[in-house]
């Protein structure tokens, strides 16, 4: 199994620029997160879906879409990229139906907006 | 929502000795808390979790305590080892609130000198 995989794992925008960060899970979780991490803050959760077709906003999900059509699949949309969004993004997964369990990250997007 | 605050932000240690990561949280409704380790330059792993119906819970030199009545939580590792120099981060999450959302403190960086 590969896990959780993003792609890619950098990328330098203009403002304004768009883009889509993809991620993707082979375990068969319903349950897939984004999170972005800035230096000294932790990690902040900006949506997050519990399965297919199913998605809802975390702390920080102004700037941000997403969608998920299948299981495996959960990208997470920039359409207006602006400086405050350079950060490191992660993709997480877990299988727990309450939040109760092991989240999965994948190896993170490092994203400068310019 | 729920808060998370993290002690110290920065911790040194004599590879030997132990080393103590200390966390407050605001939501007494909360009843599931997870560490994360991560190293320089990847993903977060989770390392030790316990839920709010126990007291301390033990993964060989990793434990981590909860006081439900005073809302902190805390990591101990014993005898560390250089391999343990990381960011550790807490999390909390009310599973009952279905949001699914772990709240993150903002890390602490734990160096441990040879």
């Known amino acids: 199994n590969a896990g959780v995989t993003q792609t890619p794992k950098f990328r330098i925008l203009k403002i304004g620029q768009s883009m889509t960060l993809q991620c993707a899970q082979d375990m068969n979780h319903n349950y897939m997160y984004w999170y972005r991490q800035d230096p000294g803050m932790g990690l902040k959760l900006i949506y997050y879906?519990?399965?297919?077709?199913?998605?809802d906003k975390g702390e920080v999900p102004n700037g941000y879409n997403v969608s998920r059509s299948t299981t495996e699949d959960f990208p997470l949309r920039l359409e207006l990229a602006a400086p405050s969004q350079t950060s490191v993004y992660f993709c997480?997964?877990?299988?727990?139906?309450?939040?109760?369990?092991?989240?999965?990250f994948g190896p993170g997007t490092r994203l400068t907006v310019l | 929502g729920e808060n998370v605050e993290q002690h110290p932000s920065t911790l040194s240690v004599q590879e030997g000795d132990s080393a103590v990561i200390k966390c407050t949280y605001s939501?007494?409704?909360?009843?599931?808390f997870p560490w994360y380790k991560q190293e320089l330059g990847k993903r977060p792993q989770l390392i030790i979790d316990i839920r709010s119906n126990v007291g301390e819970k033990k993964d060989q030199r990793i434990a981590v305590t909860l006081n439900k009545t005073a809302k902190h939580f805390s990591l101990h590792i014993t005898e560390t080892q250089p391999e343990d120099s990381a960011v550790y981060f807490c999390?909390?999450?009310?599973?009952?609130?279905?949001?699914?959302?772990?709240?993150f403190g903002k890390g602490t960086k734990l160096s441990v000198i040879p």
């Open positions: 879906s519990v399965g297919a077709g199913i998605t």
């Open positions: 997480a997964s877990s299988y727990s139906a309450r939040g109760e369990d092991t989240q999965y």
């Open positions: 939501d007494s409704a909360s009843n599931y």
């Open positions: 999390a909390a999450l009310d599973s009952g609130a279905g949001s699914y959302q772990l709240t």
